[in-house]
């Protein structure tokens, strides 16, 4: 997927691109854009090269830590959003939707991310600080489509087969509530230490609830 921050960190350094963001804001803001650029032009590329046949481009910019997020919310409408912003009206224009992932405690950013044209949030870290369903439900249900929300903290790791069950139901209960738009799946990529009763637990829940 597309990036407009994590990636140039890759070569410049998560603390110097900070830094740069300061003291040399023209470096950062060559760098942020030289990534941009490329990521706007390869999928605007790929979108026209097979139109219709693409549903969801995906922005991944971790921006959160487990109680708060990376950069101040004033820095992030000054350096982030209006980049995204872009990449969003681009696949717009090809009838394309926008899923944006962030892990961590990202709430103050998600008013900002679904004006921009945001269609789905991902991945709904639920132990992080303000990002448990319901808190996420009362404040934007409705305006954008919530994906995520299984913890692959401890839950899927640590928990029982049962414990994967009840937050299935508890999630599927509050978050799917009037249709307003979520598509239950794990808060992250499945690592290792996952056990797999809780895997097949996860989604024979979900069957059941379905009556399949």
């Not at 921009?116 to 949030?121: K, Q, S």
């Not at 409705?142 to 928990?159: A, E, W």
């Not at 937050?167 to 992250?188: K, S, Y």
Request: hydrophobic fraction near 40%.
């Amino acid at each position: 997927g597309a990036s407009v921050y994590q990636h140039p960190t890759l070569v410049r350094g998560l603390d110097q691109l900070f830094c740069d963001m300061l003291t040399d804001p023209d470096t950062a803001a060559f760098i942020i854009d030289a990534y941009t650029d490329f990521y706007h032009d390869y999928y605007k590329a790929m979108f026209e090269a097979c139109p219709g046949q693409i549903d969801i481009l995906r922005i991944a910019d971790d921006l959160g830590m487990q109680d708060r997020p990376l950069v101040s919310r004033e820095m992030f409408e000054e350096w982030f959003l209006p980049r995204i912003a872009r990449l969003c009206r681009m696949a717009h224009e090809h009838g394309v939707k926008v899923m944006f992932h962030s892990c961590g405690a990202v709430f103050d950013f998600i008013d900002l991310l679904i004006d921009a044209g945001v269609d789905i949030l991902d991945p709904l870290q639920p132990t992080a600080k303000d990002m448990q369903p319901q808190h996420l439900f009362d404040h934007f249900a409705g305006r954008v489509c919530l994906h995520g929300s299984i913890d692959t903290q401890y839950l899927l790791p640590q928990g029982t087969p049962e414990d994967v069950r009840a937050q299935v139901r508890e999630h599927m209960r509050i978050l799917n509530a009037n249709g307003t738009g979520f598509i239950i799946a794990p808060a992250h990529t499945l690592q290792p230490d996952v056990k797999t009763e809780n895997i097949l637990a996860m989604y024979d829940e979900l069957d059941r609830m379905a009556g399949i």
